[in-house]
C-alpha cells in the first residue's frame, strides 16, 4: 500500500529499507524520501518501522526451547 502518495513510496519499500539497515524515520527519509514534503505519511511509516523492527527482534530471538 502507499504509504507516501508525495513521493509514491510503499510500505514494502519502508520495510526493504528496515531490512538494509534503517532503524529510524530520519534513516528511512534519507534512504527513501518519505515524509520529506507534507509530512503527513511520517507516524504510519513510524509504525511500520517499529513493526518491522519488532518482527526481526522476534525471529532472532526465538521464543521456544530446545530438549536436551
Known amino acids: 500500500m502507499y504509504v507516501c502518495i508525495c513521493k ?3 510500505d514494502s ?4 529499507a ?3 539497515g534503517a532503524t529510524n524515520l530520519r534513516q528511512v ?12 505519511c511520517g ?12 518482527m526481526h527482534t522476534a525471529c ?3 521464543l521456544f526451547y ?3
Open 8 to 10: 509514491g513510496i510503499t
Open 43 to 54: 507516524v504510519l511509516a513510524q509504525e511500520i518501522i517499529d513493526e518491522t523492527l519488532q
Open 66 to 68: 530446545t530438549a536436551a
Open 29 to 40: 527519509r534519507k534512504a527513501l524520501g518519505v515524509a520529506s514534503q507534507c509530512g503527513k
Open 18 to 20: 528496515v531490512a538494509e
Open 13 to 16: 519499500q519502508i520495510t526493504d
Open 60 to 62: 532472532d530471538n526465538p
